[in-house]
T-cell receptor, first 113, second 109 residues
Framework: KAGVTQTPRYLIKTRGQQVTLSCSPI?????VSWYQQTPGQGLQFLFE???????NKGNFPGRFSGRQFSNSRSEMNVSTLELGDSALYLC????????????FGQGTRLTVV | AQRVTQPEKLLSVFKGAPVELKCNYS??????LFWYVQYSRQRLQLLLRHISRESIKGFTADLNKGETSFHLKKPFAQEEDSAMYYC???????????FGAGTRLAVHP
């Protein structure tokens, strides 16, 4: 079966712009989590969605937001981009809320200039 | 505070040598711990989790609550084990993974 698909794979944006990233989970997976990966901070949890509801949120400013659709696809949005938002953004999906095995996408590489 | 510490950024060994990648955690409660691996140009994937108590690709990891450790071990390293390894802690009941900084394992011929 198809794995977790993230689009686009690469993005270059200018400071102050906004960006939307997409994650399509493995078929049947209803939980989607987002992570930010940077050389300095490593992998950090952004938020998790299950059945279109945000269940948990990490320590990121309100400029970072997300949503999940009825087909479990998820988007995350970053507004007013800053240089420090340059990172690899990963999504991870799970079968259900209690399943602990996460399947990761290949990520979206965001560069803010 | 919930934290995962991987003290080594790089572990370099020769093929056939034993490998131990260290992981220590800080968590109040009963932890659920995982090892994830990222091979070159591949996505992050689950290697093993402590509740399974299984051996994957020759790797094992034992949870030591007294020492708050979950070290990853393999008796004889192979070149194909070269990768980035992340130890992770499941936080609370909401599938939030707290990752360590990662250890790059380089296995030389």
């Amino acid at each position: 079966k198809a794995g977790v698909t993230q689009t686009p794979r690469y993005l270059i944006k200018t400071r102050g712009q906004q960006v939307t990233l997409s994650c399509s989970p493995i078929s049947g997976h209803r939980s989607v989590s987002w992570y930010q990966q940077t050389p300095g901070q490593g992998l950090q949890f952004l938020f998790e969605y299950f059945s279109e509801t945000q269940r948990n949120k990490g320590n990121f400013p309100g400029r970072f937001s997300g949503r999940q659709f009825s087909n479990s696809r998820s988007e995350m949005n970053v507004s007013t981009l800053e240089l420090g938002d340059s990172a690899l953004y990963l999504c991870a999906t799970r079968w259900n809320a209690r399943d602990t095995e996460a399947f990761f996408g290949q990520g979206t590489r965001l560069t803010v200039v | 505070a919930q934290r995962v510490t991987q003290p080594e950024k790089l572990l370099s060994v020769f093929k056939g040598a034993p490998v131990e990648l260290k992981c220590n955690y800080s968590y109040s409660g009963s932890p659920e711990l995982f090892w994830y691996v990222q091979y070159s140009r591949q996505r992050l994937q689950l290697l093993l989790r402590h509740i399974s108590r299984e051996s994957i690709k020759g790797f094992t990891a034992d949870l030591n609550k007294g020492e708050t450790s979950f070290h990853l071990k393999k008796p004889f390293a192979q070149e194909e084990d070269s990768a980035m390894y992340y130890c992770a802690l499941l936080s609370g009941g909401y599938n939030k993974l707290i990752f360590g900084a990662g250890t790059r394992l380089a296995v030389h011929p």
